[in-house]
């Protein structure tokens, strides 16, 4: 007989991330180590029993559903950000989003583990993951199995800093302010992030154009000069 094609899958819990829209999120996790996020366990696997043993790990691979972009369809070539948006590549020999099957894995360091009410969270250092991202499954992460030192990296080696981050006076006073409100590192995390410089291969040569970032409740304001990135201002939403 022939196994099943199709299958069910439920989520078993849920992200809540500092990021709150897709531009600007990482490329992979572990690039922007000051972003935070936690994920929540779902009824009905919101039990601390389910994750007894996980405190002895540093990290845990998460499966996940790319929910913002489950309606798009996919295609069998891409032009994956990484090589300017020139060349295509079958989308097997791709991390894109837009796959037959909308599924994610993301390597990702963990924090606490506890229990709020009924609630239960796992801190997570330097995911890539949108606020609302429902979660297949977790696995812990296996040294000795996942970590591959002589891999071959194909067209997506490490990446590099591209230009440095400078803040105007008005973007580091709301900052430092946002910052002492909420307990929040915003200033390194917008640094971190536009250092990676987000913005589509299509506009990566273009200087001057205003970009907004979505993070928490506010929306940061940048724009590319000719040597540096420059942080405009922030605005509350
Ligand atoms: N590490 C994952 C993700 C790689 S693609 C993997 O390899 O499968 C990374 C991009 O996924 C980010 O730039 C972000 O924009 C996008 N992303 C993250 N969470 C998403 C979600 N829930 N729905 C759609 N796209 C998402």
Redesign the pocket.
């Known amino acids: 007989m022939l196994p099943s094609n199709s299958f069910s899958l439920s989520t078993i819990g849920i992200i809540h991330s500092c990021?709150k829209e897709?531009?600007g999120?990482?490329?992979?996790?572990g690039l922007i180590d000051r972003a935070t996020a936690r994920l929540e366990l779902l009824p009905p696997y919101n039990r601390l029993d389910t994750l007894e043993g996980l405190d002895d790990f540093s990290h845990i691979w998460i499966q996940?559903?790319?929910?913002?972009?489950i309606k798009e369809n996919w295609k069998a070539k891409i032009r994956p950000p990484r090589l300017g948006g020139k060349e295509k590549l079958g989308v097997f020999a791709t991390?894109?989003?837009h796959r037959p099957n909308p599924?994610?894995?993301?390597v990702v360091k963990i924090g606490r583990i506890y229990q709020e009410g009924k609630r239960i969270f796992i801190d997570l250092y330097g995911a890539?993951?949108?606020d609302?991202?429902?979660v297949l499954d977790i696995k812990p992460y296996l040294p000795y199995a996942d970590s591959i030192t002589d891999a071959r990296g194909g067209f997506a080696p490490k990446p590099t800093q591209t230009k440095p981050v400078q803040f105007s006076e008005q973007a580091k006073n709301q900052c430092e302010h946002y910052q002492s409100l909420h307990n929040r590192e915003i200033t390194s995390l917008i640094k971190q992030i536009i250092e990676q410089d987000p913005r589509p291969a299509y506009l990566s040569n273009q200087v001057d154009r205003e970009h907004g970032i979505k993070l928490w409740d506010v929306n940061i304001k940048w724009c590319a000069r000719s040597d540096h990135f420059e942080i405009l201002r922030i605005e509350y939403e």
Do not use: E, M, N, V
């Open positions: 990021y897709k531009f999120i990482p490329k992979q996790p996940f559903i790319f929910h913002a972009c991390r894109a989003t599924i994610g894995l993301s890539d993951l949108l609302g991202t429902p």
